[in-house]
């Protein structure tokens, strides 16, 4: 992708001919006079104006078709010390999406968090029109690495983690939306435990 300065530059080169010819040196101008005619010139410039108008034209929608990063620039270019290689991120992720899904009986229960975290994962990827995790390049697994980060940590480290994503509300809503699927599942799994602690045989005191 072009950078600002390049879009810029072939932005102001696309508004003219003239421009074009305007930002030649006088020596290369004069000798170019003396070799061609201005018609020629002129014509070789305005070639260059249309070339840098579709150069502007594709820097533009290029931009515009780019999936937006759960990151700031500064916290992709500044990788935490602790993040794993891409290849364990990888494996990491693969365990994430073997989460079981719930059945929908009752007897199952609600869903568990490490399933609302597949789906977490599961959702970011096909956003970003990709097949499975081995497609994932070392910035987007570093994305997904640091969001499941922040989504399974500890409310305060949360917060902090939060500062590196574009927006940290959004991901902080997320982590506490999954969070409450936890409590539920424990709450289910308190009260299934419960009976079977009162139906079980008190154990006799050695005399």
Not at 42 to 55: K, Y
Not at 72 to 99: F, G, Q
Not at 120 to 133: K, L, N, Q, T, Y
Request: aromatic share 4%; charged share 25%.
């Amino acid at each position: 992708m072009l950078s600002y300065c390049q879009r810029v530059f072939w932005a102001g080169l696309a508004v003219s001919p003239a421009v074009i010819l305007i930002l030649l040196p006088d020596r290369v101008l004069a000798i170019a006079e003396d070799r061609v005619s201005s018609f020629v010139l002129i014509a070789v410039a305005s070639v260059l104006s249309i070339t840098a108008i579709e150069l502007w034209r594709h820097a533009i929608n290029r931009r515009a078709l780019r999936e937006a990063p759960l990151l700031t620039h500064e916290a992709l270019d500044d990788p935490a010390r602790d993040m794993p290689s891409a290849r364990d991120i990888r494996r990491a992720l693969v365990r994430t999406l073997e989460a079981e899904a719930p059945d929908g009986s009752v007897e199952s229960g609600p869903e568990t968090a490490e399933h609302a975290l597949r789906r977490v994962i599961e959702r970011i990827v096909a956003s970003w029109g990709a097949r499975d995790i081995a497609a994932l390049g070392p910035g987007r697994l570093q994305e997904l690495w640091e969001l499941q980060s922040l989504i399974t940590t500890r409310p305060d480290r949360a917060g902090e983690l939060s500062q590196r994503f574009v927006n940290p509300n959004v991901v902080l809503e997320l982590r506490d939306h999954v969070a409450e699927i936890a409590r539920n599942r424990r709450a289910f799994d308190d009260r299934r435990a419960a009976p079977d602690a009162m139906g079980a045989p008190q154990a006799r005191p050695n005399s």
